[in-house]
Structure formats: C-alpha cells, structure tokens
C-alpha cells in the first residue's frame, strides 16, 4: 500500500512523457479529450510559453502541502459501511455525538479575541459584505505612527 501512495504523494500536474516539444515562444503537449468515447482520444494542445507556466503553477501545492489521493477503506461511497464493519471488527463502540444545546440554552455569538491593544472586549461597529466597502476606518495602530 505504501508503494502505491507514494506514486502520488510527489506527482506534478504534467509529466515530462506528456511534453512533445518546447521552445521560447510555445510548448506542446499531449491531453486526452474525455468527450471522445470511441477513437484517439489524444490531442496535441499548443499554448504560448507564458500560458503554458501560468496554467502549471496553478496546479503547484504550496510548502507544507502534499498531494495524496484517497485510497482503501475510505475512498468510496461505501465509507460509512466500511467503518461500520471496522468498529464491529475491533469490538469498538461508535462514539457519542454531542448533543446540540437545547432552544433554552442558546449561548450569544461573541468576539473571542480581545483588543489586541487594551486587552478588552471589541465591539462591532460595521458589518459589511465581500467586495463591499467599509464605511468607517479602522484607526491606526501605534506601531505604524
């Protein structure tokens, strides 16, 4: 099993077999049409230099991250089944759910974070939407003055 994730865990978004030529100007490289049911399914896609490296990043994972395909047990549809048989197996009980507050015991939303300056609770003084202006500003913080 560990042979087989490890194909996965250092894949790159395309590999060097794929490549059919590169130069300055444009790269070209094979890909596989899924539309096409019957016949070649390959193609050659031909792309400038620079929309070649911008589409590649895209698919680079940032440090820390790796890329790992979901394998055994807990792959398919049938997870939930499969953990089932497993704690059956293991003569493992199935563990509590917590228990959502009951209607009488709902408890306030609250800012958890302190003032980083004062260290008391902040208060909202604007709500506002993605993309939307704020209408008031923040004051400045004595480190940038």
Wanted: proline share 9%.
């Amino acid at each position: 099993m560990l042979a087989y994730l490890s194909r996965y865990t250092h894949r790159v978004a395309i590999s060097n077999a794929r490549l059919v030529s590169a130069d300055a100007q444009t790269v070209a490289f094979r890909w596989k049409d899924y539309r096409i049911k019957s016949g070649d399914r390959q193609k050659v896609m031909r792309l400038a230099t620079p929309e070649f490296i911008r589409r590649f990043l895209i698919h680079v994972l940032p440090d820390g991250f790796h890329r790992i395909r979901h394998y055994g047990l807990l792959a398919s549809s049938t997870r939930k089944a499969n953990i089932t048989n497993i704690r059956a197996l293991l003569c493992v009980q199935r563990p509590e759910q917590a228990t959502p507050p009951e209607p009488n015991e709902i408890i306030p939303l609250t800012m958890r974070e302190p003032c980083p300056c004062c260290g008391g609770p902040m208060r909202i003084i604007e709500i506002f939407r993605r993309g939307q202006k704020p209408m008031s500003r923040a004051p400045p913080r004595e480190q940038a003055a």
